[in-house]
């Protein structure tokens, strides 16, 4: 083995939190060396947000083209050739995407050695295997010795008993990348990655039914914003089976048998292809974490201060290896705050205006507390409510189900707390109420705050007005 070489800065993963922590440290003036042992882009550019997000879209394409009729257009029966969509995915949006993230390493000059990394102490690590040689050669006998080190190694789907990952039984990486789009599909697990590619798949002709095993699907949402979306996927004619045990999956070349259980009483369900969608494990267990004073909590996930600090000083931990939602910007942000406290600068992280967000049909998004968050807290809340029903930007899209909501102290200041969106470009309006929760604005902010008409972003103002008690159209 080759003597230690000494880096500046180190960061093991290169997908939204590790990327993002090497662009910022380098900004900061730190030289910064990436391991990665897959591709540059994680789990999001490659085999999550980024794709996934590809896929819906061609689902509603499709979608839209059959239904043109209720805009008194005809048009023949769209096909589709799922290859060139798969082909257009990868290609045109994963490709581009993570070419783009590799310049702009390269613009900082970020060292980004292929390999996997593993800890041999509080200062050191060995880079074990190498990937093809495009950046760096990482020999086997690389050895780092490194001043400061983030962790960013994401995480991965669970196996759960009886769905081994072969063949007809897939993860999401799996429905991501179908040859064919399945006739009957099973969803094992309805939360937000399983709720979206449910929806794209029927959206491309799919039979879906999802089997979940607690009493709704998407439990990280308000009841009432799940029913405008099982609404919409009753329409669409899939099939929500809940408080159901997944038991087994049974395959053979042609089909898979699912076999799940509802108050003890099993039942099957014959498929094309079963995913298993049922939650994602911190990737810290292969990582020579217990040769390091690093301390590691439930769930495989490190415990870390509000800089994503360590118990080890000079190791900074984030992403899906740390508490709180594994989301993408979640990942962004905590990388920011690392580098900038390597640099010395005072940052912190702060989970107050953390946004949540599902691709389903329509989109759900939510920030800050729910009502039901705020009643745990012993925080006394009051809601107000607007419909898209009432917009005529979603009426004219044919896209009127869902609302808005804020959630404001009850005193006379209506102090924004939090804020939830169904409904059409919910992914987008939640950036809006996001700021207005981190700013600290209440409702009267809001209402006072002129938005463009006929606009979606209007339902946020008008809620703002129910707020304050001068409700416009409603
Ligand atoms: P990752 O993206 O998992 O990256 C970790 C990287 O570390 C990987 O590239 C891995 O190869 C590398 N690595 C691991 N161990 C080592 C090692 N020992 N040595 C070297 N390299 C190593 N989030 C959103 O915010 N919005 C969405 O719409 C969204 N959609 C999603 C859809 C799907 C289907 C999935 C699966 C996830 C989705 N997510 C979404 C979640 C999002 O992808 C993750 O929260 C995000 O990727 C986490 O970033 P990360 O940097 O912590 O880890």
Known sequence: MSDAEKRDTVIIGAGPGGYVAAIRAAELGQTVTVIEKGNVGGVCLNVGCVPSKALINAGHRFK??????????????????????????????????????????????????????????NTKLRVVSTGPKQFMSADDGLTIEFKNLIIATGSRPVEIPGFKFEGRVIDSTGGLNLPEIPKEFVVIGGGYVGTELAGAYANLGSHVTIVEGTDSILPNFDKDMVKVVLSQMKKKGIDVITGAMAKKAEQDDKSVTVTYAVDGKEATIKADYCMVT????????????????????????????????TSVPNIFAIGDIVAGP???????????????????????????????????????????????????????????????AGNARAVSLDQPDGFVRLVTTKDDDHNLLGAQVVGPGASDLIAELSLAVNSGMNAEDIALTIHPHPTLSEPIQEAADVAIGFPTHI
């Open 326 to 388: 594994a989301l993408a910007h979640k990942a962004f942000f905590e990388a920011k705050t690392a580098a900038g406290a390597i640099a010395g600068n005072k940052t912190a992280n702060d989970w107050v205006g953390v946004p949540a967000v599902c691709f389903a049909d329509p989109e759900l998004a939510t920030v800050g507390l729910t009502q039901s968050e705020a009643k745990d807290k012993g925080i006394e809340v009051s809601t107000a409510k607007f419909p898209f």
């Open 64 to 121: 839209e083209a059959q239904d043109a009729s209720t805009f008194g257009i005809t048009t023949q029966a769209p096909s589709i050739d799922f290859s060139k969509t798969q082909d257009w995915k990868q290609k045109k949006v994963v490709d581009r995407m993570t070419s783009g993230v590799k310049m702009l390493l390269k613009k900082h000059k970020v060292e980004v050695v292929e390999g996997e990394a593993v800890l041999d102490s």
């Open 278 to 309: 049922v939650g994602r494990k911190a990737n810290t267990d292969d990582l020579g974490l217990e040769m390091t004073d690093v301390k590691v909590g439930d769930h495989g996930l490190i415990e870390v201060d509000q800089q994503g600090r």
